[in-house]
């Protein structure tokens, strides 16, 4: 009885201790539990060390005591316990399998990919007075990114409304949808489609739609920054005036940068030539400033320009709205 207690107490203590091991090319070995890998990194858990990347074109062998999910470039997938195969190659077995498959390091993708899952911030901002003038006003905005190693789906609203002692005096609505393709980590085709409407600038409708190619400049932690040109389609429906629609171009920059503080800045600027008219054009620029309370939530500060270089009869070119408000981010 004894003994096979000693056998038994081993067995646990040898399943407990079992870990993957990685060999890298300069010889060393790193012992842990492999949890992903992604843009050439290969993330190991550790108990010494917590956390490790290395790069997977230093591996030369992996070995895992669990099966792991790996996606190859060619889009196919791969599950199963792996090991050293030949030289330069992965050996995963896969349960129910007849044999193991072999495949080049090279052509491993991924390995416990996550799945694509939306993120997002919904904000809103609101101010009322009551004596000698009566007023409400409210902005209220969401905005959502489904973003993989392939593309990225961007969609976003904003819907402002203001009346001055019962008279309707702001009522504006703007709203995109974008697709970015991604040739590789900087550059990326894009299509998009923009919609706007605004009461007090005879503005039934107005649509965009756009495509283009982008380009990452810059893409960290602490700043992203990136620009888009395109061809674009724009169509503008009044109420009063003509309708009337051309064909120009969009051109947009994007700024994301983390200040001092815990203060962020977001800078969305995008203009719009007219083919038809070289002196024709508008713009929108959207900024915010913000900062975490904590638990998802934001204190921002923002501000909105939009600008129609020839807007309908009466109406003026720009038009600027301020705000502060609460912003979640889910």
Known sequence: MRILASVLLFSMV???LADDEIKLKNGDRVTGKITAMANGKLTIETKHSGKLQVD??????????????????TGEWLEGKVSAGAEGRIKVESAGAAAPVEVDYAKVKSINESPAAWHGKISAAANSSRGNTNSRNFLISGEATRETEGDLLFAKAIFRYGESDGILDERNSYGIGKYQYKLDPKLYLFVSEELSADTFKDLSLNSTTAAGVGYNVLRQKEIDLSAEVGIAYMSNNHNIDPDESHLGAR???????????GFELKDNFTIYPNFEDSQDYQLRNELTLGTSLGAGWDLLFGWIREYDKSPSAGRESKDDTVFVGLGYTF
């Not at 997977?56 to 470039?73: A, M």
């Not at 947009?252 to 503080?261: C, H």
Request: positive net charge; hydrophobic residues 45%; without cysteine.
């Open 14 to 16: 040898t399943v407990s």
């Open 251 to 261: 051109v947009a920059v994007y700024l994301r940068w983390q200040l001092p503080l």
């Open 56 to 73: 997977w074109t230093q591996v030369e062998s992996v070995k895992t005591d669990e099966p792991i999910k790996l996606k190859l470039v």
